[in-house]
């Protein structure tokens, strides 16, 4: 739950999810401020973006006349409160609008899940992520393996990662598709309304967020990290929420002739700085994610970008698996990083 006065009425806006077949049952929001309750009739927001699953992110937004910092908020479907109903914290009641960003750029990713066990690779992203200038990455979090979670908490313990846990799979049948017909009730495991989240958790902390998935990193293509490139894209298109980059997909069953690393070996995972042949880019199917300013948003939306700045290194399987390597595109530019980026990963695996 959020508090958003960026609009009247403000709201407390709670980032929930919804049947959509039952789109129509009245849901009331119970707001507590000290020892006074007030009831009001939830305002329900689906977004578009459900993807034809059963159920769908929604904003639950509720009208308040004022709140303080120790409020809270359940939701129920009676008028009635319900003292016994669970309550949530209201976050983002503040004073004013901030001085300064605690950070500035955060990378919101989701989901890590299936005993998520790509090791090598996870490393090697947090480490570009850092060369590029990010200063948090929040990870929403469903299982990951052993050696995860020991490399997680280096990275909790360094300041750089917090972990969301993201227990979704206890309450609903989630897809591990964006696909209806790959069963489950809900698209990706709840993908849309954990990268929601993300961007209203860092709405007064961070100046910019990238919402990013766990095998994905997005390169400058003129630029040597991202507060160059945002420099130059807001003055370039003024008065833009934030920039959308298109994904090139990188083989991770083709290998370039640098980088491969013995002590590596034993390490699980992909080693990106291995695979510089790219897809070319199907106009049709690409898929984009995006770097914006979350004061500014209300629900991810569509941004423009020019072309040419930025491109997000995806490796992954192939999608055009057919192509013979001659058809790819090799594409270094994430060598350029190579350098720091195997110092950093050798440090976090020694003492791991």
Not at 12 to 21: A, C, F, K, S
Not at 132 to 138: E, P
Request: net charge positive; proline share 5%; with cysteine.
């Amino acid at each position: 739950a959020y508090f958003d006065d960026r609009f009247p009425p403000p709201v407390v806006r709670i980032i929930g999810i919804v049947d959509r077949q039952q789109s129509n049952k009245r849901l009331y929001c119970h707001l507590r401020f000290h020892n006074e309750t007030i009831s009001v009739e939830a305002e329900v927001d689906i977004h578009s973006d459900h993807f034809g699953f059963r159920y769908g992110t929604a904003d639950l937004n509720c009208k308040c006349p004022g709140i303080t910092l120790n409020s809270s908020v359940s939701v129920t479907t009676s008028p009635q409160n319900n003292a016994s109903a669970p309550g949530l914290s209201i976050r983002n009641i503040k004073k004013g609008k901030p001085s300064h960003f605690t950070y500035e750029f955060a990378v919101c990713i989701s989901v890590m899940f299936r005993n998520y066990s790509n090791v090598l690779q996870f490393i090697q992203t947090i480490e570009m992520h850092r060369l590029l200038g990010v200063q948090k990455v929040f990870i929403y979090k469903t299982s990951s393996s052993r050696e995860i979670d020991k490399v997680l908490g280096h990275y909790i313990k360094e300041g750089i990662v917090e972990v969301i846990p993201w227990q979704i799979t206890s309450f609903i049948d989630v897809s591990y598709s964006w696909k209806p017909k790959a069963g489950g009730d809900l698209h990706y495991n709840g993908q849309i309304a954990a990268l929601n989240d993300c961007v209203y958790r860092n709405m007064y902390t961070s100046r910019y967020v990238a919402l990013t998935d766990l095998d994905e990193v997005i390169i400058p293509r003129k630029h040597s990290n991202w507060g160059e490139l945002m420099k130059f894209l807001e003055k370039q298109y003024p008065y833009k929420e934030g920039f959308l980059f298109d994904e090139h997909h990188f083989f991770n069953s083709v290998d370039g002739d640098r980088f491969a690393y013995k002590e590596w070996n034993n390490v699980p995972g992909v080693n990106i700085l291995r695979h510089v042949y790219s897809e070319p880019v199907d106009s049709k199917s690409n898929g984009r994610k995006m770097i914006l300013n979350p004061r500014t948003v209300v629900q991810t939306s569509v941004h423009s970008l020019p072309p040419d700045f930025s491109k997000i290194v995806h490796v992954r399987v192939p999608l055009q698996g057919q192509l013979s390597k001659e058809a790819l595109i090799r594409d270094t530019k994430l060598c350029e990083y190579a350098d720091e980026v195997i110092k950093k990963t050798n440090e976090v695996i020694k003492p791991n």
